[in-house]
């Protein structure tokens, strides 16, 4: 049974009808050395921007919610600005993780796969933003919540959506495991990205398309007793 929040993506603009809204996108230029990688990955791909426009394009805000990129801790969400937060050291350790485990198993590339990991985190605090905004209720953990909402938006707003919220809960699972993780970053501090929330997710996006994501079923990355039940799961999420 999934516990978490339940939201109709057609609602929300109805919630907000007549008000004015939108999502503002902020890169701060790097000061440290180590964010210019991240400031100039982000910024020559355009991913952000095309990320801020679907969104705009699908969701009337009651006010103007900020995505911010810097310097700060983070990613989090902070209500009393109504504003999300993502650093670039955050961005930096994502692409150093992907590069390491590309130099082991082969794949796409580090840049793709960090672009992935990044807009589902975005997606992930973007649920913390509308469960605060929208009041709506949480039944459980409210992170368990925030990652439906993440994995459906995923889904729904974006072309192999499925794709992105396996390679963000795949990474993520396997940097929290990481006993020599020493990160300070908030994310990390507040998250915990088991093993139980990682095949949350796969069975979520496998429900959303057994055809597709047969091969999640067929290789055994997700139970077939568990696989029963994905495509209920993924109806009521």
């Not at 791909?45 to 919610?65: D, I, K, Y």
């Not at 198993?105 to 840049?111: A, H, L, R, T, W």
């Not at 409210?142 to 499925?162: F, H, K, P, S, Y």
């Amino acid at each position: 049974m999934i516990m978490g929040m339940v939201l109709g993506l057609t609602s929300l603009p109805a919630l907000a009808a007549d008000r004015e809204g939108k999502f503002l996108l902020i890169m701060d230029p790097p000061t440290r050395s180590t964010s210019t990688w991240a400031w100039d990955m982000l910024h020559s791909s355009g991913r952000m921007e095309a990320v801020v426009n679907n969104l705009q394009a699908s969701f009337t805000l009651p006010h103007t919610l900020v995505i911010h990129f810097g310097e700060d801790d983070g990613p989090r969400y902070l209500p009393d600005h109504f504003e999300i937060r993502i650093p670039y050291g955050f961005v930096a350790e994502i692409a150093a993780t992907m590069a390491r485990q590309q130099s082991k198993e082969g794949g796409s590339s580090v840049k793709t796969d960090t672009l992935d990991v990044v807009e589902w985190v975005l997606y992930h605090e973007l649920g913390h933003a509308f469960i605060d905004v929208y009041d709506l209720p949480v039944l459980g953990k409210e992170e368990d919540a925030a990652d439906a909402l993440a994995t459906l938006l995923a889904i729904r707003l974006v072309e192999n959506g499925g794709r992105i919220a396996l390679t963000a809960a795949d990474l993520l699972t396997r940097i929290a495991a990481d006993r020599g993780h020493t990160t300070q970053t908030v994310f990390w501090s507040e998250h915990s990205l088991d093993r139980q929330r990682f095949f949350q997710v796969i069975c979520w996006v496998y429900g959303s398309d057994t055809a597709v994501f047969a091969p999640l079923a067929a290789s055994g990355t997700i139970s077939r007793q568990r696989a029963q039940r994905c495509t209920d799961a993924f109806a009521l999420m």
